[in-house]
């Protein structure tokens, strides 16, 4: 019961992370009203200025709390992006709105590695990427409560307070995370001899991150998938209501079920299968991620052609669904790649990898593309600017392809020495 607790916590601060994240997003088209800025300065703020801090603070955050109280700086990272929250709602300009995304980006850095590490420690190895796949959960329940709760409020009242709002229930739960999360033993659940403990310090466990080709790949690869994800997420209700016709309200109820149904399903099935098949053979961390994404990419396509709303959702469930089959398979397999005490900073190694391509490249991209064809005359740019993401699923699916040939070695290696 107490490991239910400690997930459930966790996973509402990731719910409460993501919302926040996902909510300039979410209230693109009444902030563009308010402050008068353009699709690329929109892409920069969720993208490229969020992205400096949430990527580089979370490596001396995540190695600090390899050392420390983890629960802590999970409590205290709460605290930090709420009060920014909060800040945004009282922007009275872009500048304003930058500096207090970067805040945001800041606090965040210290909720996900952490939280990671906690986890792995509080669930033995065959449950981990379960009870990863339910923390990982927090993504599509913040974004569909941010779309409902956040559309819901800006329709009714205005856009700043849904970030005001949001931002005093985070910090609330800041304190009650403290209160009631313990902070468990490294390693207490894994076997004394599958990490010898010793040498943890930062440049050791970095520079093991970076030469260790199953650890960079699953980064790259992991990248390539959200420069997508985050490339769509910031943009698709913009896109929505200028080239589909949505309306807010509408927004508030129906993406809200796509992005939480669709988003939420993938990552749960993906946990489940990944415990089954996991058993057998390591390749299944990669081989699923790559079929999945095959899968996604003509829906993606779908979605972004699709003449109205309604077909333009049912095609984004399928492709949503697909998408985060990755997310569980590259956190699990980090974290049962390292030693216990390596944990917290390879996780940290690894949001900053992918983050920064997809979180902090993504979104600039297609708000400068679609910035671009806008200046070169089409009248469909943001639709354009779509379309450009979807290369970017063939490099996902080939750099997991490799991962799955590079496990694959592994696994026979193992079987000729024992």
């Known amino acids: 019961m107490r490991r239910w607790l400690v997930l459930a916590m966790l996973t509402f601060v990731y719910v409460l992370n993501f919302l926040d994240r996902q909510l300039l997003g979410i209230l693109a088209k009444p902030i563009q009203d308010s402050l008068h800025i353009t699709d690329g300065q929109l892409g920069l703020i969720g993208g490229f200025y969020f992205a400096l801090f949430y990527c580089f603070i979370a490596v001396p955050v995540g190695w600090f709390a390899d050392k420390t109280n983890r629960v802590a700086i999970v409590s205290l990272a709460c605290a930090i992006w709420s009060g920014a ?28 590695p952490p939280s990671y590490a906690i986890i792995t420690d509080t669930y033995p190895p065959g449950r981990r990427a379960t009870a990863l796949s339910l923390y990982n959960l927090g993504p599509p329940i913040g974004a569909a409560l941010g779309i409902a709760f956040g559309g819901w409020i800006a329709a009714t009242f205005d856009w700043r307070r849904a970030f005001v709002a949001i931002g005093l229930v985070g910090m609330v739960t800041a304190i009650v995370v403290r209160l009631v999360v313990r902070e468990p033993v490294r ?26 080709p199953v650890l960079m790949l699953v980064a790259l ?33 129906w993406y809200a079920l796509v992005v939480g149904v669709g988003m939420a399903a993938g990552i749960f099935a993906s946990g489940r299968i990944l415990d089954r098949l996991t058993r057998r053979s390591r390749v299944a961390y990669a081989a699923v991620p790559a079929v999945s ?35 569980s398979a590259a956190v699990t397999l980090v974290q049962e790649e390292v030693r216990p005490d390596q944990r917290v900073l390879s996780g940290a190694l690894l949001l900053l990898i992918m983050n920064f391509i997809g979180l902090g490249l993504g979104p600039t ?33 080939l750099l ?11 696994n026979h290696s193992r079987k000729v020495v024992a």
């Open 400 to 410: 997991f392809a490799w991962l799955a040939r590079i496990l694959h070695r592994s």
């Open 187 to 212: 390693g207490g659940l894994d076997p004394s001899s599958a990490h010898p403990q010793g040498g943890g310090v930062f440049w050791g466990t970095v520079r093991m991150f970076v030469t260790s």
């Open 293 to 327: 994404l095959a899968g996604a990419l003509p829906f993606y396509l779908g979605f972004v052609w699709a003449p109205g709303w309604p077909l333009a959702l049912v095609l984004l469930a399928a492709a949503m669904l697909l998408n985060y089959f990755y997310l």
């Open 221 to 253: 690869a992991s990248g390539a998938t959200q420069f997508v994800t985050y490339g769509l997420g910031n943009f698709a209700v913009l896109f929505l209501m200028r080239e589909k016709g949505m309306r807010l309200e509408q927004v508030a109820i």
């Open 85 to 112: 929250t909060t800040a945004c709602g009282l922007a009275a300009s872009y500048p304003q709105l930058v500096a207090a995304r970067m805040v945001v980006g800041f606090g965040e850095a210290g909720g996900v």
């Open 365 to 397: 991209w297609v708000g400068w593309a679609s910035d671009w064809f806008a200046a070169q005359g089409h009248a469909h740019a943001l639709q354009l600017a779509l379309y450009t993401l979807a290369p970017c699923y063939i490099v996902a699916i």
